[in-house]
């Protein structure tokens, strides 16, 4: 079995690095691009390169392929930097794909596909990132259905043209609304953090009317939440090794060109060490990363595990490598003019993103422990005693 790309893969990869690499950096030389949300002239070359259109399918204009195809792509947009509104539009293409009616993706996609339409996805609340806990929600008035709740940490929600948002429609289900971010009784306040070359938006809806075709796919679905939620979090964990990965080769050619005591620092045993123990964590991300795109694409049963497992991973190796990197480059890399620290502050802001470490592993945690019940269940009632013994596994009876 061939677990390796394909060269058309890493073809496409290399023409979107060649990009990234011969555009000017607007902030001088060794300072990481500002590439604003807004810069229509970025967005319209990524258009041109089919990065849009890597995930509609052929009909609407696209190449009709998958998050696996997308995921080198996204490594390479994190070593640019790229605003996190290039990888939220493409999230959010991947539920529409799925999801959207066929009115929704004739409309949408095509847009979408040439560059035409931006998207932010509007998740997380001020009560936390959980989708089983939305509290923004859809009320049924004598004026029809109205939308109430806020949002917060959208990213560039002012820039895009549609709003992807989460929210509670009665009871317990729970559904994605398509809203223009222009709509009467949308209104955004912008949010400072952490990512100086990134804008953030709080959105609050206050008694928004909704229409039945503002629901994506027409109905209330928890898998579509669920869905995004993982596609945002696979993007970040991508986006967070393509940091860390940039991060580890300006390092390493720092430390070659470095001198003290008439050699190269990078030939200090210590040093090679950080570099060594930089190198195996970025790998063992990437391995992560790739494992989790493709259980997005094929929709296979471990895709929550293995998305939750990447997004953690690959949050802890991306603040290790950029705090390392700016110990490597010593008091130059605390300074304005290097700019390592602009990798270090995207890299903290989506390592708390679409769900904290915390919050993913304790995910694999139950999904790990419904799984061993069930088995202790299935294998008492294949045994004739009805009772399931595993190794470091208390005994489980036969329920009544």
């Known amino acids: 079995m061939d677990f390796d790309f394909s060269d058309e893969q890493y073809s496409f990869r290399d023409s979107i690095r060649g990009f990234l690499v011969r555009r000017p950096a607007p902030g001088g030389p060794g300072v990481p691009a500002p590439w604003g949300p807004r810069e229509e002239t970025l967005w319209t070359e990524l258009a041109d390169l089919g990065v849009f259109s ?96 806020a949002k917060i940490l959208v990213p560039d929600a002012a820039a895009a043209d549609i709003l992807v948002v989460a929210a509670r429609l009665g009871g317990k289900r729970t559904a994605l609304l398509l809203l223009e971010r222009g709509r009467e009784g949308v209104q955004l306040r912008e949010q400072r953090t952490l990512d100086l070359l990134s804008a953030y938006d709080e959105v609050a809806f206050a008694n928004v009317v909704i229409h039945s075709a503002d629901i994506l796919g027409g109905a209330a679905s928890l898998d579509a939440v669920q869905r995004l939620c993982d596609a945002s979090a696979l993007s970040a964990a991508a986006f967070m090794t393509g940091i860390a990965g940039k991060v580890l080769e300006t390092s390493v050619d720092y430390v070659k060109q470095r001198k003290q005591f008439g050699q190269p620092v990078g030939s200090f045993q210590a040093i090679k060490h950080k570099c060594a123990d930089m190198a195996v964590a970025i790998e063992s991300s990437r391995s992560a990363a790739y494992y989790a795109a493709w259980s997005l694409a094929s929709d296979a049963p471990e895709r929550p595990k293995a998305v939750s497992i990447a997004k953690s991973f690959c949050g802890d190796t991306s603040r290790l490598v950029c705090n390392e990197g700016i110990q490597l480059h010593g008091g130059m890399g605390f300074t304005w003019d290097l700019g390592l620290h602009h990798y270090l502050r995207r890299a903290k802001v989506l390592e708390y993103s679409y769900g904290d470490a915390t919050y993913h592993r304790q995910r694999v945690l139950s999904a790990a422990l419904l799984e061993l019940s069930a088995a202790q269940r299935a294998a008492a009632d294949d045994s004739p005693t009805g009772i399931a013994c595993s190794p470091g596994v208390a005994l489980s009876a036969r329920p009544e």
């Open 54 to 149: 890597v995930l509609a399918p052929e009909r609407y204009g696209g190449l009709g392929l998958t998050f696996v195809d997308l995921s080198l792509v996204l490594e390479e947009f994190g070593r640019a930097l790229l605003p996190p509104l290039v990888m939220e539009t493409l999230a959010a293409t991947d539920v529409i794909v799925r999801f959207g009616s066929d009115e929704q993706k004739s409309t949408l996609l095509p847009q979408i596909a040439c560059g035409r339409l931006k998207l932010s996805c509007a998740l997380s609340e001020p009560g936390g990132y959980d989708p089983g806990d939305l509290s923004t929600a859809v009320e049924s008035t004598t004026a029809g259905e109205r939308l109430k709740g």
